[in-house]
Every structure is written in structure tokens, then in C-alpha cells.
């Protein structure tokens, strides 16, 4: 057994984080995470996915996981719709607010300002990116594809319109990382979708699709990291290929590195809370996978362990991503 350190509290928060590594609670498992994720990053054979679940944009980290692209510590993305919506707006200069959660509703509703919390937005706002993105489904009609190239076009769309723009999408385009989006229709994006096919746009996002593309990535990988923001449909999604990988005798045996941050709870029986060690019983997780799985709110675990893999100066090794999306 490695004795118990006290945090040494420090200016770099690279050396913060390896100091809790060593001490306990969700501290520890806070700080073994970044050790974890490390050991993706300098495996080159293992191909990083990344769940993006929860309202992490308008909550404001849309920075973090533009720096995990550029620094390249993610290969594949898989995202809630409501997160691409909200770092379009953010692209196209539509801004989230510094709001309260204590604040009346019903008076917000009458001033036309949504609330995500302690966040606010202006849905008038919400609404003319709605119509952006029918208007865009009607140039690109009649259209059939998987939700990453949708997500591609509808982000070198976005370039197009305001080079100056800043966003995880435009990020992703520009480094070749695909984006997932597998409940596309659960979000803005859907909306923006229904506006356009009740004014008899012929366009069809093709979500079988998406999981048999996402689930031939993993069959191609000699080696599979898994980093889950939250978890619901973007957790299930990743974690799924390898059951899918297993039923078409690609002898997969789970994914070989593991790391959650999430605040629900296994006892309630949900996925987001749901242990590694009980999705071993399913074969998605390698029983000897190195995982971690840190029960901390993502608004202040993504900032601090992105920063920390910065500080350490990680690099990426030579990992390709196989594209098998088909040709256009």
C-alpha cells in the first residue's frame, strides 16, 4: 500500500492534482483520473471517446473541450443535441447570461428569457438559430446522412458565416474529429429539422446509421479510452459498440481505459450513475481496464483535469482516426 499524502496546496494545478491523487474521496478519484486519461494520451493505439452529456455549454465550458481537440486528448465525440445548439449560438454570436436559479419563472417567461439553471438566454435568440438551421437543411436538400456529417456540414456552415466564431463544432471540423449525435430530434437542432420538413424539406438524418459508423470505429481501434461528461444517451451510446462489436465476432472485450465524471448515483438503478464494474457484466468494459470514476459535478472536474493535462504538457502519440463514413 502507497501511504496517504496531504495535498500541498500549489499555483500549478497539474502538481494539485497529482497531489490528490494521493490522498481520498472524490479528491482522489479526481486526481487519479487525469493519471488515467495521461495513459490514453500516450498510448498509440488507443482511440479516446468522448460523452458529452448535460448542459455543459451554456454552463460555460465550451473552451474545455475545444482545448481537449486542439491538443488532440479526444479522437471521437458524442454529444446531447442541446450541446451542439448551444455552441452554434455561441459561434453565431449568441450569448448565454449570468442569471440566478432563484429568480421568478413566470416573469421570465413573460420577458422571453429562458433559464438553464443559473444561466439565462433569450429564446427569441433561440429561435432565429431554429431558422438557421431550417434554412441550411433546405440548401443541403434533399439530404440522407449520419448525424457526424449533418454535424460537419452544418459546422463548415457555420465557419462560412462567421469565420471570427469560436466553437467546439468549428474545432472538430477543423481537426477531423467526428461528432456524434445520436438523439439528434431531442434538441433544438430537431426543432430547426421539423421547421423545414413541415415546409416539405426533404431531410433525413439517419441515425442506424450513426451506430453502426460509431461501432465500426471501434472495431477498427486496436484499442479503446472512454471519458464520459455526465452520462444518459451519450454514455450508452459508447458503451454499447462493444456489445454490437461482440454479436458481429469482432472479439472485443470492452473498452481498455474508463474514466466518468458524474453526480448521480448507482443505487438508483440509472446509467449515468451505473459502475464500471457493472458494465463489465456486459462485456463494455475490459475487466482489467484502468478506470476511474469521479462523483464531482463536470463544471468544476472538466476545467481543473483539462488544465491539468495541459500543464503536464501531454502529447498526443500517432493515432488515426478510420473514417468510415461513406463517400459523398
Not at 501511504?3 to 486526481?31: C, E, H, K, W, Y
Request: proline share 5%.
Amino acid at each position: 500500500m502507497k501511504p496517504r499524502q496531504p495535498v500541498i496546496p500549489t499555483s500549478n494545478v497539474a502538481d494539485l492534482l497529482r497531489s490528490m491523487s494521493l490522498t481520498g474521496f472524490q479528491g482522489r478519484r479526481l486526481g487519479e483520473s487525469v493519471e488515467v486519461w495521461s495513459r490514453m494520451i500516450r498510448d498509440p493505439e488507443c482511440t479516446i471517446f468522448f460523452g458529452l452529456s448535460g448542459a455543459m455549454i451554456p454552463a460555460g465550458m465550451q473552451a474545455c473541450v475545444t482545448e481537449l481537440i486542439r491538443h488532440r486528448y479526444i479522437d471521437v465525440i458524442v454529444s446531447t443535441g442541446a450541446n451542439v445548439f448551444h455552441d452554434l449560438c455561441e459561434h453565431l454570436g449568441i450569448r448565454h447570461y449570468l442569471g440566478y436559479h432563484h429568480a421568478d419563472d413566470q416573469v421570465l417567461f413573460e420577458q422571453g428569457i429562458d433559464r438553464i439553471y443559473d444561466v439565462f438566454a433569450y429564446e427569441e435568440e433561440f429561435r432565429g438559430v431554429d431558422q438557421f438551421i431550417a434554412r441550411f437543411a433546405r440548401d443541403i436538400a434533399p439530404y440522407r446522412g449520419s448525424s457526424p456529417d449533418f454535424v460537419e456540414r452544418l459546422g463548415r456552415k457555420i465557419i462560412a458565416e462567421r469565420p471570427q466564431g469560436t466553437s467546439f463544432v468549428s474545432e472538430a471540423v477543423n481537426h477531423g474529429v467526428p461528432i456524434f449525435v445520436p438523439a439528434l430530434c431531442d434538441s433544438s437542432i430537431g426543432i430547426g429539422l421539423v421547421i423545414a420538413r413541415r415546409q416539405g424539406v426533404e431531410v433525413d438524418v439517419d441515425q442506424i446509421a450513426d451506430t453502426d459508423q460509431i461501432t465500426k470505429l471501434v472495431e477498427n481501434a486496436k484499442k479503446t479510452g472512454v471519458v464520459y461528461v455526465g452520462g444518459g444517451v451519450p454514455k450508452n451510446f459508447i458503451q454499447q459498440t462493444q456489445v454490437i462489436a461482440s454479436i458481429h465476432n469482432q472479439q472485443r472485450r470492452g473498452h481498455d481505459y474508463a474514466i466518468q465524471y458524474t453526480t448521480d448515483a448507482p443505487h438508483w438503478g440509472g446509467l449515468s450513475g451505473c459502475t464500471f464494474e457493472e458494465a463489465i457484466s456486459w462485456g463494455k468494459e475490459a475487466p482489467e481496464a484502468p478506470r476511474v470514476q469521479c462523483f464531482c459535478d463536470a463544471t468544476i472536474s472538466l476545467p481543473l483535469v483539462t488544465s491539468a493535462l495541459i500543464a503536464r504538457g501531454e502529447v498526443r502519440g500517432n493515432t488515426t482516426i478510420i473514417n468510415t463514413a461513406p463517400p459523398r
